[in-house]
């Protein structure tokens, strides 16, 4: 297995999946009403980093520097998979193996799965300075929006019914008393968020990264 370590030279300015206006086309709420504006954010942003944690990777566009080492001669491979993707040619600032660099005739780089290879001669360790990602929110494939969305839909829906789902009221000729069971309400489990997960690794899979 692979030891990777990322230095982040330029960090993204953002890592949201979708713009507070796309939110609020999902949910269905008109883009002049910002009643709930600072909910939607937060959401965004948290909503955002739950689908980067379940992907096991960065979305953003960050300049990094990544050093690779791994198995010894003759089991090594000249391969590697940078951990930013997508990556275009004109991103990679530097390739060297064991402190030599290495010519970009001499190497191949697989620009939707980050995917390098290395020609010739093969020697650890590798480092690769560049440029990987997405410019977020606007360059985020639609099944990470979608799936952000579906997360936040939930959400918001889970917090409607936990304020309701409670509440119960007596009535009695003119008067009405209102009282709120906080037992009920605390059992509403998982509810639609818990639902909607198994569409959510569908949308997500070929997404996540995973380390052999």
Request: hydrophobic share 35%; with cysteine; charged share 20%.
């Amino acid at each position: 297995m692979a030891d990777i370590t990322v230095k982040v030279i330029e960090p993204a300015e953002t890592y949201q999946l979708l713009t507070l206006d796309e939110l609020k086309t999902i949910l269905g709420i008109s883009t002049s009403d910002t009643s709930e504006d600072a909910q939607l954010e937060m959401w965004i942003e948290q909503y955002s980093d739950v689908v980067a944690t379940m992907c096991n990777r960065v979305f953003a566009k960050e300049k990094v520097k990544e050093t690779w080492r791994g198995d010894l001669p003759p089991l090594d491979n000249p391969r590697i998979f940078l951990t930013h993707y997508p990556v275009s040619d004109a991103d990679i600032e530097s390739v060297s193996c064991n402190g030599s660099p290495i010519d970009p005739a001499n190497y191949e780089i697989e620009n939707r799965s980050g995917k390098l290879t290395v020609f010739g001669t093969f020697a650890e360790p590798v480092v690769v300075t560049y440029s990987g990602g997405y410019q977020l929110p606007d360059e985020a494939p639609p099944a990470l929006k979608i799936a952000t969305g579906i997360l936040i839909t939930g959400a918001r829906t889970e917090m409607s019914r936990a304020v309701i789902s409670g509440i119960k009221s007596i009535s009695h000729r003119e008067s009405r008393v209102q009282f709120f069971d906080e037992n009920q309400s605390s059992q509403s489990g998982a509810g639609a968020i818990g639902a909607a997960g198994e569409t959510i690794n569908v949308l997500l899979y070929k997404y996540m990264r995973f380390y052999v």
